[in-house]
């Protein structure tokens, strides 16, 4: 765990395990049970890991912009952080989402690691929705820009609590 954070690494899958520690997938299991139990690691989803550093043990995972890119590279799926959550980022929430809000190009269940909750909600044409790189601490989370993601509220107010509370975020983004 030490040599992954030492190399600017937050995360790893079964298969690097049993790959970089030369041993069989049951003992990588094994091993990563160990490390989960410990609270070392969370697993979000199965196959894929996340180191969670001292400061992150209360909340049982590392928080979702610093592992998102890499869960989704993992997945091998395009994605967006969008809604709420591209919204907090672009400075335009007045407060921090309840959940991370991933924009993804098919249906996918939400997520849970620890205190950490990742919803995902599909959009058509992800690839054409203009995004900006958002920099942190292990690389850089895709948000949608300003313009797309005031489209995106609009379009998912029902799943947001109304067109009120999107108002009230819109009011905010107009600003940028």
């Known amino acids: 765990i030490e ?14 395990v049993v790959e970089q520690l030369d041993k069989s ?13 410990k609270g070392r690691i969370a697993s979000p989803v199965r196959g894929f890991h996340v180191v969670v550093p001292p400061e992150y043990r209360r909340l ?5 912009q610093e592992f998102v890119p890499f869960l989704m590279a993992y997945l091998e ?27 993804v190009d098919e249906h996918r269940r939400q997520v ?3 205190r950490v909750r990742i919803e995902f909600h599909r959009r058509r044409s992800i690839a054409d929705v203009p995004v900006v790189a958002i920099n942190t601490d292990y690389g850089q989370l895709s948000v949608s820009s300003p313009e797309a ?19 009230t975020v819109l009011v905010e983004l107009a600003e940028d």
Request: charged share 20%; with cysteine.
């Open 3 to 16: 040599h992954l954070l030492s190399r600017g690494w937050c995360s790893f899958t079964t298969d690097d």
């Open 25 to 37: 997938r049951e003992a990588a299991k094994a091993f990563i049970r160990r490390l989960r139990d």
């Open 60 to 64: 049982g995972c590392l928080p979702p």
């Open 77 to 103: 799926r395009e994605y967006y952080a969008g809604l709420l959550t591209a919204a907090f980022f672009n400075g335009a929430a007045h407060q921090q989402p309840q959940s991370f809000q991933t924009m």
């Open 112 to 114: 849970e690691c620890g």
């Open 149 to 167: 993601t005031a489209i995106d509220l609009v379009g998912y107010a029902g799943q947001l609590g109304g067109l009120d509370r999107v108002a």
